[in-house]
């Protein structure tokens, strides 16, 4: 928010309008055949195969986002923390897509660890080389230490590779990395 000289506030309200209109959306896709088909025609071949019947990623990442706009909430250190731990998440998984769809070749579930490897490392590169350039980043939270550009890389890569279940039920890793990763951040910066 303070790039865009907005107030600290200004993301929840915008992220849970972004998230309202997406559930709109989902429901419309799978209570509507008519918009069901617009929407397979217009985005279907951006779906993952278990999307045509679930909750888009896309989705998913708008909740985590809420979730992590409302965390920001709690001061400059929150946002800049929400800030990191999105950023690394969103980036370090599509770095697992692309490397292990090209090349992936040792299978863990429905991931690939040469995926991981490349989430692990986008992530480390982001936090330890990145960040750090970033002024509106580093005046507030202050140096990144790199036992703590590890930790959350590492964090980012093994939650997005080993998903989290409830029972049968399978979280998505979009809603929750990046809430993890944020409070993580949070418990790592020295107050």
């Given at each position: 928010p303070g790039l865009l000289d907005l107030p600290p506030w200004s993301p929840v309200p915008i992220i849970g309008a972004m998230l309202v209109l997406s559930l709109v959306v989902e429901t419309l896709r799978f209570r509507s055949p008519s918009f069901a088909l617009f929407f397979g025609k217009s985005f279907g071949s951006m779906l993952r195969a278990e999307e045509t019947t679930k909750l888009t990623g896309a989705t998913y990442v708008f909740g985590g986002s809420f979730l992590c706009s409302l965390i920001a909430l709690q001061g400059p250190v929150a946002s800049a923390a929400a800030f990191l731990g999105l950023s690394i998440f969103i980036l370090g998984d599509a770095a697992a897509a692309l490397v292990g769809k090209a090349i992936g070749r040792i299978r863990i579930g429905d991931k690939t660890l040469e995926g991981s490897l490349g989430c692990f490392a986008?992530?480390?590169?982001?936090?330890?080389?990145?960040?750090?350039?970033?002024?509106?980043?580093?005046?507030?939270?202050?140096?990144?230490?790199?036992?703590?550009?590890?930790?959350?890389?590492?964090?980012?890569?093994?939650?997005?590779?080993?998903?989290?279940?409830?029972?049968?039920?399978?979280l998505n890793d979009n809603l929750y990395v990046p809430v993890v990763t944020t409070l993580v951040a949070l418990a790592l910066h020295p107050a």
């Amino acid at each position: 928010p303070g790039l865009l000289d907005l107030p600290p506030w200004s993301p929840v309200p915008i992220i849970g309008a972004m998230l309202v209109l997406s559930l709109v959306v989902e429901t419309l896709r799978f209570r509507s055949p008519s918009f069901a088909l617009f929407f397979g025609k217009s985005f279907g071949s951006m779906l993952r195969a278990e999307e045509t019947t679930k909750l888009t990623g896309a989705t998913y990442v708008f909740g985590g986002s809420f979730l992590c706009s409302l965390i920001a909430l709690q001061g400059p250190v929150a946002s800049a923390a929400a800030f990191l731990g999105l950023s690394i998440f969103i980036l370090g998984d599509a770095a697992a897509a692309l490397v292990g769809k090209a090349i992936g070749r040792i299978r863990i579930g429905d991931k690939t660890l040469e995926g991981s490897l490349g989430c692990f490392a986008l992530c480390v590169f982001l936090a330890a080389v990145v960040f750090p350039r970033l002024p509106a980043f580093t005046d507030v939270w202050g140096e990144l230490p790199l036992l703590h550009v590890v930790v959350l890389s590492a964090l980012v890569a093994v939650l997005e590779l080993f998903p989290i279940r409830l029972g049968r039920v399978v979280l998505n890793d979009n809603l929750y990395v990046p809430v993890v990763t944020t409070l993580v951040a949070l418990a790592l910066h020295p107050a």
